[in-house]
């Protein structure tokens, strides 16, 4: 029998902890460990958050239990063995029960009790809470242990109140039990909670009729004894697997694959499927591909294999079609693990009524109306979900400084640092908050990083004789802004689902969860703490303290393709002669995505000064004719040739919708400054003479380069402005290189670590120009007269070397007159536009790209 916390209530503590589940239970644990006085309230009757509510038939976790378990103390772990792969709810509750009475944690905690109000008083530097009983505690730190799917959603359907029969809500299910034979049922809801139930009363009900709005992908659980190979792991290297849990995407050790649903050939694709079908776990069939999360194509093809089985499991064809997701990618809503689901509905007394062809008009005395049928039920259970992750939080009164709410703050969707704290709201803590990898992971393992992040900041405040925290404004904005990175290069945000607060009537829609990974955001939250507690203000008796600043500003596709190039340990290439170099550079191309299928693809040569100048050209799939690029690789003068920069050149005819001429011309160091750009400005100036014959519209022509072919773009057009000729339209500026000053301070903040670096760029300059030359303008354009030339588009790169050269570049323009579109790649570096379908991130800034070119057209040309 659960006690509550033993004598009066204390009017101050410490810390004061709301929740009793996985996460308050660890936090308490460790608070006592560092002497510090707390207290935790939960509103249930005993222990177990989660797990002491959602008791209806077949709840279980959705994580094998091997992994889904405390690990911060190797004597528990082998003192407790688990019965199942997935344990049910009654199992994992009695663990939470022995770990209370293991560590006598329920002294400190009080039950039947909810907070209702929590006021900061800054000049005390103190919280103060008001329990629903009237009572006040006052804490020096206020940690919200409450959980993601605690708040069940408020019923959203007409005369709920209404119905005389029995009505049951999965989280919130009756201790004794339900009876359910010899009744007529209904189960609305066909999430995690519905389908884990629907079978059971399947099993006991005289008839049962299942409400479904939107079908779930669900895979077999293969439940049974927990999985021999984790076993046998777990027996051999607890510490080294759980360390391994810690370090991985999700928070179970995996192996990523690389294997793409875009390019394996069928046989490996469906090989791979089986193999997670089979598998029963929900990070593997999460994982079948690499790319499966971002790519629509990948994606679709698991989600058919789903659909396959489906099929091949229930007998009736439309019930099959029905209980089938279609509108939405594999996985944006949380996938499901079920025992004999599907199997359900080919049970003669069991029916399912597809609310998207009748929707249900409202709940009425007796039982449920659809738009074609009035049903009579003796009970309805309500499976319809939770108020996810924000819920719980803004449900307590919080109060900050300036008085304003916690509601009022995220009234647009949640603003956090590190999903661990929110600007205006000091010493308050959310264990897995929004914004931080829980739900998307081991919730366990989570928890114990955040409990265990909490705890040693806590210990750190005191050691320094600081007493209070909070992030800055700064940071946060940082922390929400890698978020929306992060979830925008995936599928996600595509779907209707609690991730984006979109099952709750009138919630902002805003992806809540961190999706960079368990292990990226370890990684992030440590160096924080490692830096200072960077973006964190800091005051307290010994004074104030605060490093400023935001802890991931990269694009987390260029980020992780960084990564990878570091843990390859290649040699640099400036270490290399100019022939292994292209060599290498090519190899490197072989690999790549081909980028979009245009219309045509056709090979040619154009004259040069010195000789003929291979070209390719790429043809949109609409009818001609188009405007016209001519464009000019990178590779430093002195790597590249007219199709190294293929996929970009596919994406730019699709975009924009024109004809792209990719020019080789020729390289350094065999031919030197000004080689380039004076076999440039003649492939310009032949291009432009020929554009009717190219299917280009005369006089509809665009200068265009990348790098180092940005410098010859940028060059021909002030060779065209003094010659009179060609007549060009527009340029476009790609990460140019417009001056041999090295000594700028984008060479010093991004010059290593970004692929393109300082040094690299000494060997291009070394190889193309002489000291003497490189202040030409036909080397340096920015050092050029800049009136008079074509309108320009400029993009740079905030992580970019020669970030600062084209910021100059694009500013003197616009200083001399040239109308000019400069696009500052957010969090991308020299690379990341070229590398189409590799750096996803980069597709909205060519998109705006396209978009700008097509502003500088005169008005009957654009699109
Ligand atoms: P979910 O996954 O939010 O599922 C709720 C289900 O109830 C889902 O099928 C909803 O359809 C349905 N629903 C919600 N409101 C209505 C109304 N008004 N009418 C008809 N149907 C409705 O919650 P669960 O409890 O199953 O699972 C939550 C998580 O717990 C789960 O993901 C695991 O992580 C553990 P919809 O899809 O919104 O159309």
């Excluded at 589940?21 to 002497?35: A, D, E, V």
């Excluded at 209702?116 to 000049?123: G, P």
Aim: glycine share 10%; hydrophobic share 40%; charged share 20%.
């Amino acid at each position: 029998m659960a006690m509550a916390g033993s004598g009066v209530l204390p009017a101050e503590v410490d810390v004061a902890v709301v929740g009793a589940g996985f996460s308050g239970l660890y936090m308490l644990y460790r608070l006592r460990g560092l002497g510090l006085r707390a207290v935790v309230f939960d509103e249930a009757g005993d222990v177990g958050g989660t797990w002491y509510w959602n008791r209806y038939p077949g709840a279980r976790c959705d994580v094998p239990t091997t992994d889904y378990a405390y690990s911060f103390d190797a004597q528990l772990e082998e003192d407790w063995v688990w019965s199942e792969k997935y344990a049910a709810q009654p199992e994992i509750l009695a663990y939470l029960q022995h770990v209370a009475d293991r560590y006598d944690l329920r002294r400190d905690i009080r039950f039947g009790t909810r907070i209702t109000a929590a006021v900061w008083d800054e000049a005390a530097r103190r919280w103060r809470l008001r329990t629903g009983d009237g009572d006040e505690v006052s804490c020096r730190y206020y940690i919200m242990a409450s959980g993601c799917l605690s708040l069940p959603k408020a019923p959203d359907i007409d005369g709920v109140d209404r119905y005389r029969g029995e009505v049951y809500l999965t989280g919130r299910w009756p201790h004794g039990g339900v009876d359910f034979s010899r009744k007529n049922v209904a189960v609305v809801g066909t999430g995690s909670s519905g389908i884990q139930c629907i079978p059971l009363i399947a099993g006991e009900a005289a008839r049962l009729t299942v409400f479904q709005r939107t079908p779930n992908f669900s895979v077999p659980a293969r439940n049974g004894p927990p999985p021999p190979d984790r076993v046998a792991l777990l027996a051999t290297d607890r510490a080294g697997y759980r360390q391994a849990a810690r370090w991985s995407r999700g928070g179970v050790p995996r192996e990523l694959t690389d294997v793409s649903g875009v390019t394996a050939p069928e046989y490996v694709r469906r090989e791979r499927f089986e193999d997670a079908w089979q598998a029963g776990e929900l990070f593997a069939i999460l994982g079948v591909f690499s790319d499966q999360g971002v790519n629509a194509v990948s994606n679709s093809r698991v989600a058919e294999m789903i659909r396959e089985k489906i099929r091949a499991v229930v007998s009736d064809a439309d019930v099959a079609d029905a209980l089938s997701p279609t509108d939405y990618p594999f996985g944006t809503k949380r996938p499901c693990l079920d025992t004999s689901y599907f199997e359900t509905f080919n049970l003669p007394h069991v029916r399912l009524v597809d609310l998207r062809r009748t929707p249900i008009v409202a709940v009425t005395e007796a039982g449920i109306d659809t738009a074609e049928e009035s049903f009579e039920f003796d009970a309805i259970v309500f499976a319809t979900g939770f108020d996810a992750m924000t819920g719980p939080l803004v449900s307590v009164a919080v109060t900050g400084t300036d008085g304003v709410t916690l509601e009022d703050k995220w009234q647009h969707g949640p603003v956090t640092y590190l999903g661990l704290m929110t600007t205006g709201f000091p010493n308050f803590f959310t264990i897995t908050g929004p914004q931080s990898p829980s739900v998307l992971s081991n919730m366990v393992v989570s928890i114990e990083q955040h409990v265990d992040w909490i705890a040693d900041c806590l210990q750190r405040l005191r050691a320094e004789n600081l007493d209070r925290i909070e992030p800055t404004p700064l940071a946060e904005a940082g922390w929400v802004q890698h978020n929306q990175d992060c979830a925008d290069i995936t599928l996600y945000p595509r779907a209707n689902s609690w991730y984006m607060g979109a099952n709750v009537p009138g919630k902002p829609r805003v992806f809540l969860p961190y999706i960079g990974g368990v292990d990226a955001y370890r990684r992030a939250c440590d160096e924080v703490a490692e830096n200072g507690f960077m973006g964190f203000r800091l005051d307290g008796p010994a004074g104030s303290r605060c490093n400023d600043g935001v802890i991931r500003r990269l694009q987390p596709d260029m980020a992780m393709v960084l990564d990878l190039v570091a843990s390859l340990g290649l040699p640099p290439i400036e270490a290399m002669s100019a022939p292994d170099a292209r060599a290498f550079s090519e190899a490197t191309a072989a690999s790549r995505p081909p980028g979009p299928e245009v219309g045509e693809i056709a090979d040619g040569v154009l004259p040069g000064p010195a000789g003929d100048l291979a070209y390719r050209l790429y043809r949109p799939p609409t009818r001609g004719p188009h405007p016209l690029i001519a464009y000019f690789h990178g590779g430093g003068w002195v790597l590249g040739s007219q199709d190294s920069d293929d996929p970009l050149c596919r994406d730019l005819c699709v975009r924009t919708g024109s004809v792209v001429v990719s020019v080789n011309y020729r390289h350094a160091p065999e031919d030197r400054f000004p080689a380039a750009a004076d076999d440039a400005f003649a492939a310009v100036a032949w291009i432009a003479a020929n554009a009717a014959a190219l299917g280009g519209i005369p006089g509809q022509l665009t200068v265009a380069g990348w790098s180092a072919g940005g410098n010859v773009a940028a060059i021909t057009c002030q060779l065209a402005r003094d010659a009179g000729g060609p007549d060009i339209a527009s340029q476009l500026l790609l990460a140019p290189v417009t001056d041999c000053d090295l000594g700028r301070p984008s060479y010093a903040s991004n010059g290593e670590g970004f692929i393109l670096t300082a040094g690299l760029m000494r060997w291009f300059w070394d190889h193309y120009a002489d000291e003497a030359d490189r202040a030409n303008p036909k080397a340096s354009p920015l050092r050029g007269t800049l009136d008079g030339l074509p309108p320009a588009v400029v993009v740079t790169a905030e992580f970019d070397p020669l970030r600062d050269e084209g910021d100059a570049y694009a500013g003197a323009l616009a200083a001399a007159g040239v109308p000019v579109r400069h696009i500052r790649a957010r969090g991308h570096t020299h690379t990341s536009l070229t590398m189409v379908d590799v750096v996803i991130s980069g597709a909205p800034v060519r998109a705006e790209i396209a978009e700008a070119l097509d502003s500088l057209r005169p008005e009957p040309a654009r699109s």
